[in-house]
């Protein structure tokens, strides 16, 4: 008994470790110029940079950018043998000890730092002669780096209105029991300008005009969000449990609301300008430098309507400046970085530069401020605009990146462009097929474009800036190492959406000691939040899902319907649809692929994911029970009536209605027929853990089966170690038919 019981100690010793070493995606292995590091000349004439080899090898690279040519920096051997005549020690040609290069391309002469002493170089013969550190010539100033990249602008000093003074220093306003009152300096007199202000709705410290005639003043009611509970059952410091309580607003929660309120001091004349009730967000003023005019950004609880208004505190007027409409919604909620806000004032111009979905595609729109009209679209057509790196006010020209726009790419793939304000010059800075990241020499008259994909290695090339055009190729990764070590890159595949023309993106990564003629599960690895699209586009030396591949698992990742970075009607579709999470076309993805892949086993697919993937992966068993079998949901989601208001509105609508129901994984838990673990932590800070704990009421009252992990002390995310443990074990039990050793007794 005794030695039964040690072997299977033994076999659960060795099958843990194995797991714990299958959690390393890592290959052991190199990559080769894959990234330059450029060091431009001062006079902008060339640069260099070096290249790091195998066995420690490293090479000198000098570019001509005037020629255009890119060759060696120098003779690697006759440098090397000149360097150990003067130093009296062998010197390996391959693996140069220089620190530091700088050449004087005139007189042919190259400065080098190695081993802490400095030297000069006549490339015409060789000679070298040491020199005192201080002979070498100061290195390029290195380019404010990416003037792209967050162009710190001039703050303009912005008016300030005065709040309770008058600027003519005549009155004092004040609140008093709920209303504004304005009192003479020096006298008793007051005088009541608003009357309707009351207990729950009380007027705010006004704002005064310039002329000291008028102000305006915002008549607030407060909101009636609830509270979230959080039992912290076993604190750190033990003792008695510890309940956390936090505001938290939830759909339909009544939000603080500003009424705006004009006022004529003189005709005693209170109005209310019909410019709609403030109710998401508060009001941000933003006034014109002679104080007359105020603007603010207006956005209508429920998302579908956007405004910019403009106020003429002299008079009550008002007018909208923008004032954009949607049956769907604007994406002004939890958005991705874009490099700028959406709204970009142009102030020596009366201008803004907007960021709008209006036409079916995120573009740049030129808005006059003056007639509070279209000047003109800067952008349009089929593609994305995701990122604005600079908006160059006086060359009226603006660098974005955007995806899309080169047809036989992957429409994801992120490119670099440059416009003028009038749409005029539109100039492709990049070109390749892949994901693009640059680098500006410090004139910005070049660029160092460096592009992959997931199965491409980087691609280093040098170009102008003026048109795009290719000055000359850098170089490629050598990779050879790390496909010696067995890495393989993930498969790209694309496949028709439901409407039979959408192309849809994924990829696919194979088990290790990949055999075509069995037969493999499928798990894919799940978000479908609104909020960015998720499948990687760049190259990993990583082995991706390593850790599942290592199994036995293929693993697939695919954006479908319903996420961003495509055009507004590939969006639109999760709109009061949350539950719909691209899985019409996440299927016919699957089964599209496996009609030429026989060992791609669409009768086991498993699915797993946290948060918003954590609702779409319960989802997938109760919508679409046919063909997902498996899956495994951490800290979901599964009532948008449970999450954050501001998340679920806009993707879900406002005011609440019966879509909730319909997209809710616990009003539809009697639906359950496959596999399902559910992990949560007690102490998740963004969605509220009752969300599980009600999925788990309602699939006990339906009588289903189900696991489920419940962490203690477990915030947002999957369980920890133990979760990922269990995660897997579940995979391994319902699609590969192993059951999980005791690893009781390996403790």
């Not at 899902?545 to 999760?574: E, L, Q």
């Not at 009061?576 to 019409?584: Q, V």
């Amino acid at each position: 008994m005794k030695k039964n019981s040690k072997t299977i100690i033994s076999k659960v010793l060795i099958f843990t470790l194995g797991f714990i070493t299958s959690l390393s995606g890592i290959s052991h292995a190199n990559i080769y110029k894959s990234k330059i590091n450029p060091h431009w000349s001062e006079d902008n004439s060339h640069l260099w940079y070096r290249n790091d080899l195998p066995k420690g090898e490293r090479e000198f690279i000098f570019v001509d950018l005037e020629k255009g040519e890119r060759r060696p920096a120098f003779d690697h051997k006759k440098l090397a043998e000149s360097l150990s005549s003067i130093t009296n020690a062998k010197t390996d040609s391959s693996k140069l000890p220089i620190d530091r290069l700088n050449f004087d391309v005139k007189k042919g002469e190259l400065y080098f730092q190695s081993i802490g002493r400095t030297y000069k170089c006549d490339l015409n013969n060789y000679n070298i002669s040491e020199i005192d550190k201080s002979q070498f010539p100061g290195q390029s100033k290195r380019l404010e780096r990416d003037k792209t990249n967050k162009e710190k602008e001039e703050q303009t000093n912005s008016f300030r209105p005065s709040r309770e003074v008058s600027p003519d220093g005549k009155w004092r306003a004040f609140i008093r029991d709920h209303n504004i009152f304005i009192r003479a300096m020096g006298s008793e007199e007051e005088i009541q300008l608003s009357k309707d202000g009351k207990e729950g709705n009380s007027y705010q410290t006004p704002y005064w005009a310039i002329n000291s005639k008028n102000l305006i003043s915002f008549r607030v009611e407060p909101d009636q969000v609830g509270v979230v509970h959080l039992h912290e059952s076993s604190p750190r410091e033990g003792g008695r449990a510890k309940l956390h309580t936090r505001r938290y607003a939830l759909p339909g929660d009544k939000f603080t609301s500003h009424e705006l309120n004009w006022f004529d001091v003189e005709k005693k004349i209170h109005t209310k300008p019909e410019v709609g009730i403030i109710d998401f967000r508060g009001p941000r003023l933003r006034w014109t430098q002679d104080g007359r005019y105020f603007r603010y950004q207006k956005i209508d609880r429920g998302h579908q309507r956007f405004r910019v208004i403009e106020v003429d505190i002299f008079t009550g007027n008002f007018r909208n400046i923008i004032d954009e409409k949607t049956e769907t919604f604007i994406w002004t909620e939890h958005p991705k970085n874009l490099g700028v806000p959406l709204v970009n004032w142009l102030d020596e111009t009366d201008e803004i530069v907007y960021l709008s979905e209006s036409d079916g595609w995120r573009h740049l729109y030129l808005i006059d401020v003056k007639k509070g009209k279209l000047k003109n679209q800067i952008t349009k057509g089929k593609f994305v605009v995701r990122y604005v790196d600079w908006i160059d006010k006086e060359k009226r020209q603006i660098w974005f990146r955007a995806s899309g726009l080169n047809k036989i790419q992957d429409p994801y793939l992120m490119h670099y462009y440059r416009v003028n304000f009038d749409g005029s010059e539109f100039t492709h800075l990049t070109e390749g097929n892949g994901w693009h990241n640059i680098t500006y020499s410090p004139d910005r008259k070049y660029i160092i474009d460096q592009y992959s994909r997931v199965d491409m290695v980087p691609v280093n090339e040098l170009r102008r800036v003026s048109d795009g055009s290719l000055v000359c190729e850098l170089e490629k990764a050598d990779i050879t190492e790390l496909i010696a070590s067995g890495w393989e890159a993930p498969e790209v595949f694309k496949a028709n959406a439901r409407d039979g023309k959408t192309s849809i993106w994924g990829i696919l990564a194979k088990p290790k000691d990949f055999d075509p003629s069995k037969k493999y599960p499928v798990i894919e690895d799940m978000y479908a939040g609104p909020h960015d699209s998720y499948v990687p586009k760049q190259f990993s030396a990583g082995r991706r899902f390593a850790s599942w591949t290592d199994m036995g698992f293929v693993v697939v990742k695919i954006d479908g319907m319903g996420t961003a970075n495509r055009s507004k009607a590939f969006h639109d579709v999760c709109w009061k649809n949350l539950k719909d999470a691209g899985f019409p076309d996440r299927i016919l993805w699957h089964k599209e692929y496996s009609k030429n892949n026989p060992w791609y086993d669409i009768s086991r697919v498993g699915i797993h994911g946290g948060s918003a993937g954590g609702q779409s992966s319960t989802g997938a068993l109760l919508f679409h029970p046919d063909f997902y079998k498996v899956a495994v949901s951490s800290c979901g989601c599964h009532d948008n009536r449970m999450d954050k208001a501001s998340w679920n509105e806009q993707w879900m609508g406002y005011p609440v209605g019966p879509q909730y129901s319909a997209s809710s994984n616990i009003d539809n838990a009697h639906r359950l027929k496959g596999r399902l673990l559910l992990i949560v932590g007690e102490m998740d800070n963004n969605v509220p853990p009752e969300s599980t704990l009600r999925l788990v009421d309602a699939l006990i009252k339906s009588n289903k089966d189900f696991d489920m992990i419940f962490q203690p002390g477990g915030g947002h995310g999957g369980g920890g170690r133990h979760g990922d443990r269990r995660r897997k074990d579940f995979f391994r039990k319902h699609l590969l038919g192993i059951e999980p050793p005791n690893y009781n007794l390996a403790n």
